[in-house]
């Protein structure tokens, strides 16, 4: 499983165009899964949170080859789906993740650069 992904977060439906948020959710869902039957990406996950008085009501997190990610994010359909969601929901926001693995060795890289800043 790849240690990269894409955090796609997003808020409450704009009043007024939940129906129209569910249908651009469903649209972002089937465009996902046509990715990952390519193997554009390796899989997605969808999250949908609980009240818990913040401003993000949920996330679909990619996981992918990085290149790969980055070819999918420049497309013309991602381009589209991110005017379409933000024209239904608040505060769309999308952005790159290490994972597991490379957080790993983000947080490690991190402890070394800084030591003498102790």
């Known amino acids: 499983?790849?240690?990269?992904?894409?955090?796609?977060?997003?808020?409450?439906?704009?009043?007024?165009?939940?129906?129209?948020?569910?249908?651009?959710?469903?649209?972002?869902?089937?465009?996902?899964?046509?990715?990952?039957?390519?193997?554009?990406?390796?899989?997605?996950?969808?999250?949908?949170?609980?009240?818990?008085?913040?401003d993000l009501n949920g996330f679909i997190l990619l996981r992918g080859d990085p290149v790969k990610l980055a070819m999918a994010r420049a497309s013309e359909e991602w381009a589209r789906l991110v005017i379409r969601a933000n024209f239904v929901v608040r505060g769309v926001g999308i952005v790159?993740?290490?994972?597991?693995a490379e957080a790993q060795r983000q947080v490690s890289a991190t402890e070394g650069a800084t030591a003498d800043l102790r």
């Open 1 to 54: 499983m790849s240690d990269f992904g894409l955090f796609v977060g997003f808020g409450p439906p704009i009043d007024g165009r939940e129906t129209q948020a569910t249908q651009v959710f469903g649209e972002a869902v089937a465009y996902y899964t046509r990715l990952q039957q390519q193997g554009d990406i390796e899989r997605f996950e969808v999250a949908l949170l609980e009240a818990h008085g913040g």
């Open 96 to 100: 790159s993740a290490l994972l597991d």
